[in-house]
């Protein structure tokens, strides 16, 4: 009997969609297809929050790796799509990989079939209507942060320290009474003398938490494998809460943006054209007191 792996994908975009293109929907089809057509399946494999274009799913790498095996002989995906997004890597395993493994691949939406002659050319202009579709995606993506960011809207994942969000608004701030002091000791110790080494020094002695284990202690998994070396405050965090104008209550963003919308790798933007909007939250400290902040950086300088 043949033997298949069915494939299953679904991103953060895709679940705003009209057309639900939920897990259990694709991995219903995929079944029912693979029963019809008279496959024993060997595993379904599932990927849900990444992005067609991302070629570093751990159930996507896992699948390539057992087809390589040949531990298999078919891979079923609802269509082409969520397979892969990215023009290359639908060339190497469809075109080049999968007939040096032995290995179907087979849309069932879409019809995609590398066992039908003649197809390649298809499964080609598949690939750049799929990009295209990922460019298009991005492209209104940022622009709607854009206008959130013009808003004074905050669209950060994480609240800056000494702010939560709201809870029924999440691009809103509220202070947060259990950091906020922290917060204003920093400011009163560097008006009076201290420097951010002292300051760092000062905050881990007292065993005050980070910034990181603060917000691992709330539940937020911030992607750390060693969350003991974050126990210690260093200078660097202090000198940038000293700088940040969202503790008057200003909101900062755009300072940074992706190089490309098929890359995870960001470049940092001129401050000329970050996106500033003043008194959006309640402030932690005074604009007297931050302006002193900024002065005395300013004298140390020179």
């Known amino acids: 009997m043949k033997r298949a792996a069915l494939y299953c994908r679904i991103s953060v975009e895709d679940k705003g969609s009209f057309e639900s293109e939920s897990i259990k929907n694709q991995r219903e089809l995929l079944e029912k297809y693979a029963f019809e057509k008279g496959y024993d399946v060997y595993k379904i494999y599932f990927d849900e929050d990444y992005s067609g274009l991302d070629d570093d799913r751990p159930q ?14 078919t891979i079923i995906c609802k269509n082409q799509s969520r397979f892969t997004r990215n023009i290359a890597t639908a060339e190497k395993y469809l075109n080049l990989k999968f007939p040096e493994w032995g290995i179907r691949f087979i849309g069932v939406v879409d019809n ?15 690939s750049l209507v799929n990009e295209w579709y990922c460019e298009e995606i991005s492209e ?11 808003e004074g809207l905050f669209i950060g994942p994480y609240a800056p320290y000494g702010y939560i969000k709201n809870r029924f608004e999440k691009h809103k701030l509220d202070v947060d009474e259990n950091t906020a002091e922290n917060v204003k000791f920093i400011f009163n110790m560097f008006i009076e003398g201290k420097n951010c080494g002292q300051i760092a020094n000062l905050l881990t002695n007292r065993n005050i938490p980070t910034p990181s284990q603060y917000k691992i202690s709330k539940g937020q998994d911030l992607g750390r494998k060693n969350i003991k070396k974050y126990g210690v405050w260093s200078q660097n965090t202090v000198r940038k809460i000293l700088k940040n104008p969202v503790y008057v209550g200003d909101m900062v963003q755009g300072k940074e943006k992706k190089i490309s919308y098929k890359s995870k790798k960001v ?11 003043k008194n959006t939250h309640n402030p932690i400290v005074s604009r007297e007191d931050f302006e002193k902040v900024q002065s005395i950086f300013d004298k140390n300088k020179k």
Do not use: H, P, Y
């Not at 995609?112 to 598949?126: A, E, H, S, Y």
């Not at 470049?267 to 909007?277: A, E, G, K, R, Y």
């Open 60 to 73: 996507f790498k896992e699948m390539i790796c057992n087809a390589e095996k040949g531990f298999f002989d």
């Open 112 to 126: 995609v079939d590398t066992d039908l002659k003649g197809g390649k050319r298809m499964r080609q202009i598949n």
């Open 140 to 150: 209104n993506i940022r622009a709607v942060f854009k206008r959130k960011m013009e």
């Open 267 to 277: 470049t940092l933007v001129s401050s000329d054209n970050w996106i500033m909007v």
